[in-house]
C-alpha cells in the first residue's frame, strides 16, 4: 500500500476530501520522523513501536575489489511488530 491509497481509503471510510486525508497522513508520517529525528521512541499501542538505533563504525570489503573500507558509525530507523500485529500477520 502506497501513502496515496493510504490517504484514498482515509477519504472514503472518514467522509473527507482527498486533499484533508493526504493531509492527515502527511502529517503523521511527518510527526514519526521528526520524533526519531530526535531520537525519540514512536510506540503505536497494538501496532509497534518505531524506534532508532545506532551502529558503530566498522570494517568491510569492497565486493568489487576486495579492498577493505571503513563504514562510518550511523544512526539507523527500526521498527519492532506488536504481538497483536505479529498474530494478525501469522494468520
Given amino acids: 500500500m502506497t501513502k496515496k491509497e ?4 482515509l477519504s472514503v471510510n472518514f467522509d473527507t476530501s482527498k486533499a484533508e486525508a493526504e493531509k492527515i497522513v502527511s502529517y503523521i508520517f511527518d510527526e514519526i520522523s521528526n520524533a526519531l529525528t530526535s531520537k ?3 510506540q503505536i499501542s ?3 513501536k518505531f524506534l532508532t538505533s545506532d551502529r558503530a563504525a566498522r570494517e568491510g570489503v569492497n565486493p568489487a575489489t576486495g579492498e577493505k573500507i571503513k563504514i562510518a558509525a550511523t544512526t539507523v530507523a527500526k521498527f519492532k511488530a506488536a504481538k497483536q500485529l505479529k498474530d494478525a500477520v501469522a494468520k
Fill in 46 to 48: 497494538g501496532f509497534g
Fill in 40 to 42: 525519540e521512541e514512536v
Fill in 6 to 9: 493510504l490517504s484514498e481509503k
